[in-house]
T-cell receptor, first 117, second 109 residues
Framework: DTEVTQTPKHLVMGMTNKKSLKCEQH?????MYWYKQKAKKPPELMFV???????INESVPSRFSPECPNSSLLNLHLHALQPEDSALYLC????????????????FGEGSRLTVL | GQNIDQPTEMTATEGAIVQINCTYQ??????LFWYQQHAGEAPTFLSY????GLEEKGRFSSFLSRSKGYSYLLLKELQMKDSASYLC??????????FGTGTRLTVIP
């Protein structure tokens, strides 16, 4: 099983709503990531979890709240978002860098396309 | 901080060879990835270089010079399906992967 599964695929929300994006992988990876991607731009790193602990927060506004309940799951809680937060949100996972033959290659999910009205 | 530079767009003819360059300045460096991303899809892994030199994988090759902060992706025998964005991604620390601006390649008949 080499899949990273993201739900929902599409989400439309108002600025006062609270919603969550979910990501799941069963490859035994202990690093998980959230990226944000706007149209015709590269993915921007938001958060990195390593061994279920937040290791990187790239100065993301607090209206985005990540959570890693266990080694297979990664959530992104959304609250009071702005229209400019509309984007494709990509989840990825990888082995933690350092093992023999381990490159830390990222495996991406198909993304959750978020529209904030 | 990270500074990763790639050409924004390139056009090449079916059957030809194209080279996509990437220069980078990063805080720390482990290795460099190239990813391919078709419109509306997730990025997929193409190559990884950790040592200087050329890594060949079928029609795709990737080169790295650590001392120069430089890499390129070489695509041979271009096919229409190679039209996509190509993302250069230096790995700057334990599991830190930042993407360059990406190069949108258009292959024309």
């Amino acid at each position: 099983d080499t899949e990273v599964t993201q739900t929902p695929k599409h989400l439309v929300m108002g600025m006062t709503n609270k919603k969550s994006l979910k990501c799941e992988q069963h490859m035994g990876h202990r690093a998980m990531y959230w990226y944000k991607q706007k149209a015709k731009k590269p993915p921007e790193l938001m958060f990195v979890y390593s061994y279920e602990k937040l290791s990187i927060n790239e100065s993301v506004p607090s209206r985005f709240s990540p959570e890693c309940p266990n080694s297979s799951l990664l959530n992104l809680h959304l609250h009071a978002l702005q229209p400019e937060d509309s984007a494709l949100y990509l989840c990825a996972s990888s082995q933690v860098l350092g093992g023999t033959g381990n490159t830390g290659e990222l495996f991406f999910g198909e993304g959750s396309r978020l529209t904030v009205l | 901080g990270q500074n990763i530079d790639q050409p924004t767009e390139m056009t090449a003819t079916e059957g030809a060879i194209v080279q996509i360059n990437c220069t980078y300045q990063t805080s720390g460096f482990n290795g460099l990835f190239w990813y391919q991303q078709h419109a509306g899809e997730a990025p997929t892994f193409l190559s990884y270089n950790v040592l200087d030199g050329l890594e060949e994988k079928g029609r795709f090759s990737s080169f790295l010079s650590r001392s120069k902060g430089y890499s390129y992706l070489l695509l041979k025998e271009l096919q229409m399906k190679d039209s996509a964005s190509y993302l250069c991604a230096p790995q700057t620390g334990a599991n830190n992967l930042f993407f360059g601006t990406g190069t949108r390649l258009t292959v024309i008949p």
